[in-house]
């Protein structure tokens, strides 16, 4: 009975996984409409969405550290419960890096001739790949570690 809970725990949390895919391309879409509205730049729109993208992230991560107590708690796999404490960590820096690319981006469309902004949006891209990259090893680590209970 213990393995077939894990497994459904880890359903879900493949599923917020979906939804947090999901949100991350609604925030890019309304970003880049965001500065395509430019040079009058539709602020409230874009606070609007942000503030929409915030309560979807934070309620996928609630979610997620529900699971991550079940299994600690309940179901003895601290093992797992380690790789998702992990997983949020990286997903955190994940959107903050996000949100702050955005702002670069935003900087250089302004200010084009500041090379300045350019390399911080080369820094910040660099950054961003190497916490997906990350992500994904801990996902990895996590289906490995999770095959024993099949």
Same mark, same amino acid.
């Given at each position: 009975?213990?393995?077939?809970?894990?497994?459904? %725990?880890?359903?879900?949390?493949?599923?917020?996984? /979906?939804?947090?895919?999901?949100?991350? *391309?609604?925030?890019?879409?309304?970003? *880049?409409? $965001?500065?395509?509205?430019?040079?009058? $730049?539709?602020? #409230?729109? $874009?606070?609007?969405?942000?503030?929409?993208?915030?309560?979807?992230?934070? /309620?996928?991560?609630?979610?997620?550290?529900?699971?991550?107590?079940?299994? *600690?708690?309940?179901?003895?796999?601290?093992?797992?419960?380690?790789?998702?404490? *992990?997983?949020?960590?990286?997903?955190?820096?994940?959107?903050? %890096?996000?949100?702050?690319?955005?702002?670069?981006?935003?900087?250089?469309?302004?200010? #084009?001739?500041?090379?300045?902004?350019?390399?911080?949006?080369?820094?910040?891209?660099?950054?961003?790949?190497?916490?997906?990259?990350?992500?994904?090893?801990?996902?990895?680590?996590?289906?490995?570690?999770?095959?024993?209970?099949?």
């Amino acid at each position: 009975m213990t393995g077939e809970a894990v497994q459904a %725990l880890l359903r879900r949390l493949r599923a917020l996984q /979906g939804e947090r895919a999901e949100a991350y *391309r609604l925030f890019e879409e309304g970003h *880049r409409a $965001y500065l395509s509205s430019a040079p009058h $730049y539709d602020f #409230p729109r $874009y606070r609007q969405l942000v503030h929409e993208i915030t309560l979807a992230f934070s /309620g996928i991560s609630r979610e997620v550290l529900c699971i991550v107590g079940r299994l *600690r708690d309940e179901l003895a796999r601290p093992d797992l419960a380690q790789h998702l404490a *992990r997983l949020q960590e990286r997903e955190q820096e994940k959107l903050q %890096l996000t949100a702050q690319l955005q702002l670069a981006r935003q900087r250089v469309q302004d200010q #084009p001739d500041m090379d300045a902004h350019q390399q911080e949006v080369r820094e910040l891209k660099h950054k961003l790949i190497k916490t997906i990259e990350a992500i994904s090893e801990i996902l990895q680590d996590l289906k490995y570690d999770s095959e024993e209970v099949e």
